[in-house]
């Protein structure tokens, strides 16, 4: 029998190993603080961090798989939520929701209320096109590549910038369907 | 509140970083260069004491006219500098305290250059209201 996947990530966050968050969002912040002086230009730091994050998405999915007892998905609505629910509690300690549904349900917007990413910042007028959290829609599109699900994830709101909450567009461009790199009889 | 009240930031390698009037008075035309000019006069006195004494609240150092110099020392060599005429010495020292207290967050932000320019509008914001509160 399949597991029954966890409705949320409270448990699972409850054995992670972790750090100080203080800790956690400055060494964040001097991140992108490096990449601000090292790559110069604003957009070039955005996509970086969003390189960066898929970096880090398609090697967390294998964690995230190992810890969560997750079974397989259904459809893309299950997928977001289980990231909304499960992975966001699990790795940053705070829930998403997951709303704005397209006709098709292939595109969904999920809001963040709170991110830990964020603590103390704010925006100078030197970087205003900056996307601080853009690693986080690399870690995204990095695990769902991982899991033959190739998507676009882009900020429509951002708190840095004065919007209300954090919000990310998750759109679902195709599935890919396995395939195995060779042949049985070869 | 206070007649007249300027206060300024001083970053540790001698530079302005913040400064705002906080008082009420009309303002005269050459009030901002006279109060720099007095708190800059004060500076000297600032470098002496600070290493006399483990309290970050200098109290009143200097004077000028009825214009009284308060400062506060942070453990990063920060100065804050207050040129007050009212006497409320354990206001001030909230007020001093409290200041610090947003000063220790504007610095925490990853995309603020230590010693560079204060351009926060919300620090602003809540350091008036702190000086209507205090002072």
Known sequence: MAPVAPRSGDAIFANMERVNAELFTLTYGATVRQLLTDLEEVEEVNKQLDQMGYNIGIRLIDEFLAKSNVSRCVDFRETAEVIAKVGFKMFLGVTASVSNWDADGTCCSIILEDNPLVDFVELPDTCQGLYYCNILSGVIRGALEMVSMKTEVTWIRDMLRGDDAYELQVKLLKQVPEEYPYKDDE | ?135
């Open chain 2, 1 to 135: 509140m206070a007649t007249t009240a300027c206060f300024i930031i001083v970053s540790r390698n001698e530079i302005p970083i913040y400064e705002a009037e906080v008082g009420s008075a009309a303002k005269r035309e050459d009030a901002a260069q006279l109060h720099q000019f007095i708190l800059h006069a004060a500076l000297d006195i600032v470098q002496d004491l600070a290493w006399t004494t483990s309290a970050m609240f200098l109290k009143a150092i200097d004077r000028f006219n009825d214009l009284v110099v308060s400062v506060y020392v942070t453990a990063g060599h920060t100065r804050f500098m207050l040129l007050h005429d009212s006497r409320n010495d354990d206001g001030i020292k909230s007020f001093f305290q409290e200041v610090h207290e947003l000063y220790i967050k504007i610095l925490l932000n990853p995309l603020y250059l230590p010693g560079s320019r204060i351009t926060s509008s919300h620090f602003d914001t809540k350091v008036r209201a702190l000086a209507r509160k205090y002072l």
